[in-house]
């Protein structure tokens, strides 16, 4: 039923890419399965000396997720132990793809979530299964004890091979690639559309609008879905759940601003009503439909107001702040 391949170039320690969720969301429900989606990832950082080589420390980092708030992802800005690099996190990722494919969406948003919202260090292979261990259906040890096999390695250099590959590109023109390491590379979150011998790309962060409109000139065929007038059939699309922001823009009709106050409202009316499920995330929360939260878990219940396969961007699962130590905001 494709008919726009999507790839995203993308790193779960990229603030950017954190940020252009609400878009995703949009995107997927808007066209559904007419976009056959693929992730590659972009492997920022080898080693956290490449990170502070720059000057990057953990308050400067704490600091960015306070710009970055208003964009409307959860955040829980504090300073973490150290800097850390993205590697072995974008390793899980690669695993996770050999092992299952489709799974791969739903480690690397559990990783973005964990990441800013929690004191989890992308390059701790202990934390990082820690982090995925909640993802039913995924064996989080296993994607850990794959991280250095070849099989992974070799996978993983062809994501960032292709990932720097923009010389010459829209995205160059426009400003949105870098060169970090050598090659012109896409920055986080560039997409790619394809159709019929047909390429069109968004470089790094942009608007909603702009995906939209590369899509409706790739196929002015596709059938478009509108925006519900509440939130419930959202959690009913997304299971794994949806953040505040994510529902907000997904509740607007085109284009328009996102209302977050009317939406927050119409989800603590879900919630009051025992219909959804609202888990605390950083300054935020994640919301998920009753059925799907499974509430004779304890260890589910910690932090949780109670009231299938994937193959595509909007795949996550509730993250435990608590299981990585430390203070959490």
């Known amino acids: 039923m494709a008919t726009i391949s999507v790839t995203i170039f993308s790193d779960p320690a990229c603030p950017w890419a954190y940020s252009v969720s609400p878009s995703l969301r949009v995107l997927e429900w808007r066209y559904g399965e007419q976009l056959d989606w693929r992730l590659v990832l972009i492997g920022l950082a080898e080693q956290a000396s490449q990170y502070v080589g720059r000057g990057y420390t953990p308050l400067r980092a704490a600091q960015s997720q ?18 850390s690099a993205t590697a072995r ?3 899980a990722v690669v695993a996770a793809r050999l092992l299952r494919p489709g799974s791969e969406w739903r480690v690397f948003r559990t990783l973005q979530l964990a990441n800013f919202t929690t004191p989890l260090l992308l390059d701790d292979d202990v934390q990082i299964a820690e982090a995925l261990r909640r993802l039913p259906g995924v064996d989080a040890d296993a994607i850990v004890a794959r991280l250095d096999d070849q099989s992974v390695s070799d996978a993983y250099e062809r994501d960032k091979a292709e990932a720097r590959t923009a010389a010459g590109s829209a995205a160059e023109l426009q400003g949105k690639t870098a060169q970090s390491d050598g090659p012109v590379r896409f920055t986080a979150p560039s997409l790619v559309f394809e159709r019929d011998g047909q390429r069109l790309i968004a470089g790094g962060f942009q608007r909603i609008e702009a995906y939209d409109v590369l899509i409706a000139n ?16 959202l959690l009913e699309r997304f299971p794994d759940g949806l953040t505040t922001q994510e529902v907000a ?8 601003a996102a209302d977050r106050l009317a939406a927050e409202n119409a989800l603590l009316e879900l919630l009051a ?11 935020d929360a994640l919301w998920q439909p009753t059925a799907t939260v499974d509430l004779t878990d304890p260890k589910g219940l910690e932090s949780t107001s109670k009231g299938g396969s994937h193959s595509s961007p909007g795949a996550s699962c509730p993250i435990d702040p608590g299981s990585f130590g430390g203070a959490v905001s």
């Open 249 to 256: 823009v997904l509740l607007i009709k085109s284009n328009a």
């Open 89 to 91: 996190a974008c390793r």
């Open 218 to 233: 790739l196929d002015p065929g596709l059938e478009r879905r509108s925006a519900p007038e509440t939130p419930a059939p």
């Open 66 to 83: 306070v710009h970055f708030r208003r964009y409307g992802m959860p955040f829980a800005p504090q300073p973490k132990e150290r800097v």
């Open 273 to 283: 009503s025992g219909a959804a499920v609202r888990t605390s995330l950083g300054d």
